[in-house]
């Protein structure tokens, strides 16, 4: 017998150690009982972390959807699956049960293949937080298809390269979206983005603002008298378990996005465990993801995870300060939320306005907390703990990105004790390691270093699309024979890890992980600007925040700065999206540099976080001169 559920600590020690005795053995059990096949696999696992590939359960059978849905219709037929939470209040919630979501799936499903798409084709998905937006992802798995969510937030530019980069036959969008007092025209940010993408044929929209918009006459299809039309029994493909099943892009520190590639059985199974674990759900429980399901948080713990578990599931269309600072609270209220995942960005904006918005809530149903996307700081953890879970609700701080697939180390509630800002235990079936400068693994307890992972785990991306050397130089190449995360750790006197950040040029703001090549690609873009250095510094509720440090072409030009200020962001905003906005941009008559003309960002980075007594030494630049010009002037 398998332990799919973890009960208390003897048994997570007992199942972790098996699970990484024979990590095969352990998996082969978890998959045999619990998901169903359309035929077994011939061999369990197969790795080598040199070529890197990884296969698990090659040779399977299977179609995940069926694991999601058609397999609970006997038992959970008339269960909420989806509930959703509209962006206004004001507005009703719909539940949507087992039974309906089939139905709608299969539905959608024909409606993909009588527009021509077929298993292996690529999808793009750029729809807000409305139920068609789950049911388009598993639509796509339904029949094959390889699904691509483009958050809906993102620009027509960053939107367009994304389609291209996945060479996408189709998007499936919507009028516009709401977002607090906001509407958001996504119809007319696809029209922009596909003036650049000759790849895709159709496009479905889904009508949820009721605006006017252009549709293009034999490319652009109104969804739901397509839907109408459409039979609601459609078969499942039979996929391989190591056939793709979504891409999904995720920025890099230099150059494009990286379309992570994740594969069928082996995803399915990790995330449905460990969101079985690591939020303990039981059959009753009304569990909640704010994240969007642009995001793999949404993928792995709003959509395949709960759903392989039979689960009720929310997606919450709006934003936590609409109408007001208590909208999260109120819906906990509302639908009784005992599983409540958010992202530390979100609890610290929320902290921000103390307690004012949460008394007037019952939120009594809350069983476990979950913060993902970033480290979680001390104040943070205990405003959460203490106002949030009235101290009985325990937090699990989940580490772990969207090239893992799924959560990677976590308290497991109730079985770890905690620790404020510690992810602390691997989960099961993860091997951890921490690497020093020489690539040497450093043993022991109460070290520091770069994390690593040494074996392969059935949801880790399998490679980036189209360009598997990128994969291998970015996560395999760094240490031999490990999987190399980018994040620094260190491991207390218990082995607990706390995750310290990023060792790399990447920037997580507000949970979002940006790389700063793309954002200093764009304002360098800007006829005025020579060159940029963006840098992450401590803000209290996004984290970190960005800062630019950017030397114009003409360096006596030091004309109207807060108009070129206001079109550096603007240009920002249009490539990659609001989100990527910096905070503090400062002129520069030059960036410090290395003899071979790397950019310090080490030096940026102390002036950016006004620690430049630590600043280091400067005299093997190539021009030490201009440190003092730029402290002298920092913001
Ligand atoms: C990076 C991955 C995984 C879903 C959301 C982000 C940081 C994530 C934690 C945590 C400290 C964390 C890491 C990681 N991160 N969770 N609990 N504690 N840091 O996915 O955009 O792929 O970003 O987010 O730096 O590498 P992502």
């Not at 395949?304 to 819906?331: C, H, K």
């Not at 939320?337 to 921000?352: E, H, V, W």
């Not at 260190?490 to 950040?501: A, F, M, P, S, W």
């Amino acid at each position: 017998m398998s332990n799919y559920h973890i009960k208390n600590f003897p048994e997570y020690y007992h199942v972790y150690r098996n699970s990484v005795r024979n990590p095969a053995l352990f998996w082969e059990e978890i998959a045999e009982e619990h998901f169903i096949w359309k035929k077994k696999w011939d061999k369990v696992l197969s790795w080598d972390f040199t070529k890197p590939e990884v296969k698990w359960f090659d040779g399977a059978k299977l179609n995940i959807t069926e694991n999601c849905i058609d397999r609970h219709l006997a038992t959970r037929g008339n269960k909420t699956a989806i509930l959703f939470e509209p962006n206004n209040p004001n507005e009703p919630s719909e539940h949507i049960t087992y039974n309906q979501l089939y139905k709608r799936v299969n539905q959608f499903a024909n409606v993909l293949k009588t527009q021509g798409i077929k298993k292996g084709d690529r999808v793009c998905i750029y729809v807000p937080m409305i139920p068609e937006l789950a049911i388009a992802v598993l639509a796509c798995a339904r029949i094959g298809a390889i699904h691509s969510v483009v958050f809906a937030g993102f620009s027509s530019t960053a939107l367009a390269t994304r389609i291209n980069d996945a060479d996408c036959k189709m998007v499936i969008t919507a009028d516009g979206s709401f977002r607090g007092d906001k509407t958001i025209d996504l119809k007319g940010i696809v029209d922009d983005a596909l003036e650049h993408c000759t790849s895709v044929k159709k496009v479905l929209v889904a009508k949820r603002i009721n605006s006017n918009v252009t549709m293009k006459a034999g490319r652009d299809f109104w969804l739901q008298p397509l839907l109408d039309k459409a039979s609601d029994d459609c078969e499942a493909a039979e996929m391989d378990a190591e056939d793709p099943l979504f891409i999904l892009y995720t920025s890099g520190s230099t150059g494009m996005p990286k379309g992570m590639v994740h594969t069928t059985a082996g995803y399915m199974i990790y995330t449905a465990y460990t969101f079985k674990n690591a939020f303990q759900y039981k059959e009753n429980d009304v569990y909640w993801c704010t994240a969007d399901i642009g995001w793999i948080t949404g993928h792995s713990y709003i959509v395949y995870g709960p759903l392989a578990n039979g689960a009720t599931t929310v997606m919450f269309e709006g934003v936590p300060s609409y109408p007001d600072f208590g909208r999260f609270w109120q819906i906990v209220e509302k639908h009784k939320i005992t599983q409540f995942y958010t992202a530390p960005t979100a609890i610290r904006a929320l902290a921000k306005h103390g307690t004012t918005f949460v008394d007037t809530y019952d939120l009594s149903s809350l069983k476990v907390l979950g913060s993902v996307g970033e480290p979680i700081n001390e104040e943070a953890w205990h405003w959460y703990n203490d106002s949030i879970g009235k101290k009985k609700s325990p937090i699990v701080d989940t580490w772990w990105q969207t090239e893992t697939g799924g959560i990677m180390i976590t308290p497991i509630p109730f079985v770890t004790p905690t620790k404020p800002t510690y992810a602390t235990l691997p989960f099961i079936g993860i091997q951890p390691a921490l690497l020093d400068e020489n690539g040497k693994e450093i043993e022991g307890n109460q070290v520091e270093g770069k994390l690593c992972i040494k074996y392969p785990w059935p949801s880790m991306a399998r490679t980036i699309w189209g360009n598997h050397k990128r994969y291998k130089d970015t996560y395999f190449s760094a240490f031999e024979n490990m999987y190399f995360t980018g994040d620094g750790a260190l491991r207390d006197e218990v082995g607990y890890y706390r995750i310290t950040g990023r060792v790399d040029d990447v920037i997580i703001v507000s949970g979002h992980n940006l790389g700063t090549a793309p954002i200093e690609d764009a304002i360098n873009e800007h006829q005025a600007v020579a060159e940029s250095a963006i840098v992450g510094f401590p803000h209290d509720i996004k984290g970190s925040a960005l800062y630019g440090f950017i030397t114009l072409k003409d360096v006596s030009d030091y004309r109207d700065h807060d108009n070129l200020r206001k079109e550096i962001n603007q240009l920002i905003s249009d490539k990659i999206g609001p989100i990527a906005k910096l905070d503090k941009i400062q002129f520069t008559a030059g960036l410090p540099k290395t003899r071979s003309g790397k950019i310090m960002r080490r030096i940026l980075r102390k002036i950016a976080s006004k620690d430049t007594a630590n600043i280091g030494d400067t005299s093997t630049l190539l021009n030490p001169e201009c440190v003092q010009e730029i402290m002298d002037n920092s913001l």
